[in-house]
């Protein structure tokens, strides 16, 4: 062996042979060669290869790649394996191509069972499964012997290796062969797809398939290329098999469709589709192709769902309008998921569930409306049957408004329990439901007005007695409303109608819980929304305050009287309060005020406190407002001569709560004679009250039994008139004989209580919105220009649009009407554009 | 978090691989060379060589049956640096200190007198013949291995002889598109053209035609002669001339 050299001349080594050899590419030594792989391919294929000894082989490929004659190894290796293909591998493969399976597959001939399809099939397939197994298997031991040919030749010649050569020949002799003359239009190929499609279909269709094997024969499809080039893209699975496989899905699952339309059940449809949907997943798994995995998906999304999504969503009877109102969760689940699948923006889903929210919600409309409707009604028709029934409608009319809200609150959270199990809390459709909502709310003209006299009724009566936990889900609830509010505007001024009242009258549950609803308020709406009711508070507790140091400095004054009065007293701040308490009188458009005449105790009893109120304020004006206050009176009624029993035989005591209006009215009649009647009028002249508040007054002492103390006569008939409301042609005297069972009365002053307006206050209150608007707007325009000095019409329209869509929605002509206002006061002025649009100027 | 190499677990497979080598236990393929088998571990064969993996999975051939591989063509000697690389990342020639591989297929012939035998001084034949049998059991380190060191082996340790066998050996067992080795005969002639006016080296040139077309191509791209154009003006070969006398 080679170690080294001899130190003589004489090399100790091997020498590279001198002798000439054996040249490359001699042919003695390739046929020798070749004869051995020849020998051991056959050997191979007859899967008798177990005594071959890999090496060898390896080496003759590799010594014959070495002499250079690798491209004739590769012709004759590959005209070995056509003439095998053709003489050993085709002729079973024949033998199973029958003209029944032709026939079957292709024509789709009538009169064959399922069964025998099926086996027909099957049998097939294993004949094309066992030949390609035994062909890949051959290929694969062959391409490793071979591996030095693809090595040194192949890969420098480019010529596809061994191994996609002769696997190619399955493609080319068997998948690619025509059916002979019969059928001259159709390869084996066609008859494999159709086999394996059909099995498929057997499978959808209930019956039991051999899984392994559809499996096998995909995945020949898998490893074979449309040509030796071997792209990705042009696997014979995805170019011949797979078009052919979504096609027939298609039509597979589009007729499926139809008899899920015809049958008309959109439960059975979503679960059907979902099942559908996970079975195709599972077949690509395993019987068909993970490949096709999305495409396959694809299929029963577009057959099942897109393209008869809106048909199975209005199905009378099990459609999406009857899963929402049934509150069926699992159906609606299966619908928001399939409907996801198909589409990101869910917009069927989204749309469907708007319209339902907007129908709903103006079902809650049309029972109110009726309900209204019958009120409305009845107090038209008994117009004069008595004031007790009228209040007794205005009642009812709130608590509809409350089961408005009610109605709206349990709407709201229903599909919020929808959106939360079913919908997967998708943003998408929490925005289209909040929309549907505002929607409804906004197109009934109510809303604002509602939502805050249903905080009216929680903040006096609703959380009593509630938790904590309780009394902030309420507050939730109304902020969640007030959201959906376009005229926060309306809202705000009806609440400071109804807070007031709350106030002044002291009908607050609790102050904290107000306070919190403010705050609460300022979160979601800003500062300068709550900012007047803040002020409605501070006004209260300086008023306190106030009170208080009055009573010392009278206290201090030393001048006890026996009938002193004590004070009570709240200042408010002009601008804070809702113009009805600040009294008619200060309306704008009431002209002259007309000052009410108080007794001349309570005169002097009012210089006292101005006396006292402005010596650390000057120039302060204080007004009376006798509609908003409240007094008590002790009232002595004498015995009644004549009577010995009952309680009109003593005198009667009573602790009279009145309001301030009716306390003057009542002072008036201590000095009547006993059968005196006073007239309205007369009333009138001697208190200056002005004639609503005087109604309300009078009828509250006099119309409601219990609280009687007036009595009443008009020119008409007595009796229908005693429970109505006192006219200005009604006398009045005092009740000698009033009777009472409690000590404390408290005669509710007659329009108090926060309730629904009736149409005419409704008028009132939109008209007043209406002005406020335009000053808002005024300010928005000006504010807006000022800043911007100069600006297109459409830009200062947008604008002010932006500016004030936290507070209301301003209409067109409105603003269009105020730039011109502003015009005319030239505080903007018009720019000449030449053709340009129409632009204005700030004038400074 | 950063992950810090210990040095002592990082190299835990080194001492490991060597005691594989040497050790039969857990040996599951068997290469038979000439008169020597040698006991190996498909873990560590395989992997690194298409061919002893075709061979070992192919279950239906013999040496997948029997988990027995003959090379009887190979040169023992050369397949036994190929095992050794495989557990040590490198091999050694003439190792004087170990004589251990070189010992375990060392001929009856040679034994008795291998203490006359000086020591080798140009293994650029050895190299070349690894880095054959390297390409054609398809072992990718080894052949870059090879590759590297018969470039070395060139320019450090001269032999004529040696380089004269060396560039038969390359033309003769590899294909000619394998151009490694090749290249850097070329260069070399190219360098040193005294070469060309040896006999050996013309006979050379008469038998292997690549070779010739590859010199022309090399000079007909460097367009002029290399700068040593007699024997003398070789540094390399007075370096030679030093070193033996």
Redesign the interface.
């Given at each position: 062996?080679?170690?080294?050299?001899?130190?003589s001349g004489s090399?100790?080594r091997i020498?590279?042979p001198r002798r000439p050899?054996g040249r490359p590419g001699q042919p003695d030594d390739f046929e020798q060669c070749w004869d051995k792989l020849r020998e051991a391919l056959r050997d191979?294929h007859n899967?008798n290869?177990?005594?071959?000894?890999?090496?060898q082989?390896?080496?003759y490929s590799?010594k014959i790649?070495?002499k250079?004659a690798g491209n004739q190894l590769y012709d004759r290796v590959k005209d070995f394996e056509e003439q095998w293909f053709a003489e050993q591998v085709m002729p079973p493969i024949w033998a199973l191509i029958t003209k029944n399976l032709i026939s079957i597959t292709l024509d789709e001939a009538p009169g064959t069972s399922i069964a025998e399809r099926r086996s027909m099939g099957e049998k097939f397939l294993k004949g094309v499964r066992g030949s390609w197994e035994s062909h890949n298997m051959s290929m694969n031991?062959i391409a490793?012997?071979l591996?030095?040919l693809d090595?040194?030749?192949t890969q420098?010649c480019s010529r596809p290796s061994i191994y996609t050569t002769t696997i190619g020949l399955f493609r080319n002799h068997i998948l690619r062969s025509g059916l002979g003359t019969s059928e001259p239009q159709y390869h084996v190929f066609d008859i494999l797809n159709a086999t394996i499609i059909d099995q498929i279909n057997m499978e959808r269709e209930g019956d039991v398939i051999d899984k392994a094997l559809i499996r096998s024969c995909i995945s020949m499809l898998e490893c074979l290329f449309e040509t030796d080039e071997e792209q990705e893209q042009e696997r014979l699975y995805l170019t011949t098999f797979e078009p052919f496989y979504i096609r027939t899905s298609h039509v597979f699952y589009k007729s499926e469709c139809e008899r899920l339309l015809r049958e008309g059940d959109a439960s059975a449809w979503l679960r059907y589709t979902k099942r559908r949907l996970a079975e195709e997943a599972g077949r690509c798994q395993t019987t068909v192709s993970p490949l096709s995995i999305h495409k396959i998906a694809a299929v029963v999304e577009q057959e099942l769902i897109s393209k008869h999504l809106e048909e199975f969503l209005n199905l009378e009877g099990s459609g999406i309008r009857s899963m929402i109102d049934n509150d069926r969760i699992e159906d609606l689940t299966i619908l928001y998921n399939l409907v996801s699948r198909i589409d990101p923006k869910k917009t069927a889903l989204r749309n469907a569930l708007a319209v339902r929210v907007v129908e709903l919600g103006n079902e809650i409309e049309q029972t109110l409306r009726n309900t209204d409707f019958s009120i409305a009604q009845t107090s038209d028709s008994k117009e004069p049957a008595g004031s007790a029934k009228k209040m007794n409608a205005a009642a009812q009319q709130t608590a509809a408004a409350i089961k408005w809200v009610d109605d709206v609150l349990l709407l709201k959270d229903k599909f919020d329990r929808l959106w939360t199990t079913c919908f997967d809390e998708d943003l998408t459709l929490q925005t289209a439901l909040t929309k549907s909502f505002s929607d409804f709310v906004n197109s009934f003209g109510r809303g604002a007005e509602f939502v805050s006299l249903f905080i009216d009724d929680n903040l006096k009566r609703g959380i009593k007695g509630k938790t904590e936990a309780e009394v902030d889900v309420v507050l939730d609830k109304a902020i969640t409303l007030l959201r959906y509010i376009g005229e926060k505007d309306k809202f705000e001024q009806y609440y400071q109608k109804h807070l007031a009242r709350r106030l002044l009258h002291g009908k607050s549950e609790s102050q904290e819980v107000e306070q919190e609803m403010i705050s609460r308020m300022k979160r979601e709406l800003g500062n300068n929304f709550t900012q007047k009711f803040e002020g409605m508070f501070r006004d209260m507790s300086t008023s306190k305050e106030t009170t208080e140091d009055y009573r010392n400095h009278v206290r201090g004054l030393g001048a006890l009287e026996h009938n002193q009065i004590d004070l009570s007293i709240s200042v408010l701040a002009g601008n804070n309060w809702p113009k009805e308490v600040m009294g008619r009188f200060t309306g704008l458009a009431d002209g002259p005020k007309i000052k009410a005449t108080y007794p001349r105790e309570i005169q002097r009893l009012q210089e006292s406190f101005f006396e006292f109120y402005t010596k650390n304020r000057n120039g302060r004006v204080l007004t009376w407002v006798g509609s908003a206050g409240t007094a008590d009176i002790k009232c002595l009624f004498p015995k009644i001569p004549g009577k010995t029993t009952g309680p009109l035989a003593k005198d009667r005591r009573y602790d009279v709560n009145i309001s301030t209006y009716g306390m003057i009215v009542l002072l008036l009649f201590e000095n009547v004679g006993e059968d005196e009647w006073l007239t309205f009028e007369e009333i009138q002249a001697a208190t200056s009250i002005p004639q609503p508040d005087l109604i309300n007054a009078l009828t509250s002492v006099s119309s409601l039994k219990p609280y009687r103390l007036l009595t009443k006569k008009s020119g008409e008939s007595k009796e229908s008139q005693a429970n109505s409301a006192a006219k200005p042609t009604d006398q009045f005297t005092f009740n000698r004989e009033f009777v009472s069972k409690t000590i404390k009365l408290r005669v509710p002053s007659v329009n108090a209580a926060n309730k629904v307006e009736n149409d005419d206050e409704r008028k009132e209150t939109d008209q007043k919105t209406i002005e406020t608007r335009k000053y808002v707007i005024d300010a928005a325009i000006v504010r807006i220009m000022k800043q911007r000095k100069e600006l297109l019409h459409s830009q200062l329209i947008t604008e002010v649009i932006q500016v004030l869509a936290g507070r209301f929605k301003p209409d067109l002509p409105l603003i269009k009407n105020r730039i011109e206002d502003l015009l005319s006061r030239e505080y903007v002025e018009r720019v000449e554009l030449s053709d340009g649009p129409p632009a204005y100027r700030y004038v400074a | 978090m950063v992950i810090t190499m210990n040095t002592s677990s990082s190299l835990e497979l080194i001492p490991f691989l060597k005691e594989l080598y040497l050790d039969e236990k857990y040996s599951d393929l068997t290469i038979i060379c000439g008169t020597q088998s040698r006991k190996v571990h498909k873990a560590i064969v395989c992997p690194r060589s298409k061919f002893f993996a075709a061979a070992c999975d192919n279950k239906d051939f013999k040496e997948g049956r029997t988990g027995i591989i003959e090379l009887p063509d190979d040169d023992p000697r050369i397949v036994d640096l190929m095992i050794y690389y495989f557990y040590h990342l490198t091999y050694h020639i003439n190792c004087p200190k170990n004589q251990k591989q070189s010992d375990d297929y060392s001929t009856d012939d040679y034994s008795t007198d291998e203490t006359i035998i000086p020591p080798k001084t140009s293994d650029i034949l050895t190299h070349a013949k690894v880095y054959s049998l390297a390409e054609k059991y398809l072992i990718e380190g080894l052949k870059k291995l090879a590759f590297e060191r018969f470039k070395t082996a060139i320019e450090t340790n001269w032999d004529f002889q040696d380089f004269r066998d060396a560039i038969w050996e390359v033309y003769t067992s590899t294909v000619d598109a394998d151009k490694g080795l090749r290249d850097i005969i070329v260069a070399t002639l190219w360098k040193r053209p005294w070469m060309l006016g040896k006999k050996e080296i013309q006979d050379l040139l008469k038998e292997l035609g690549s070779l010739s077309f590859d010199l022309l191509m090399h000079i007909y791209r460097m367009e002029r002669w290399g700068p040593y154009t007699t024997e003398a003006d070789d540094p390399a070969v007075r370096q030679m001339r030093v070193k033996k006398y």
């Open positions: 062996m080679i170690t080294g050299r001899g130190g090399r100790g020498r590279p050899v191979i899967k290869a177990g005594d071959l000894s890999f090496e082989l390896y080496r590799y790649v070495l250079k031991m490793d012997i591996m030095y090595r040194g030749y420098d | -």
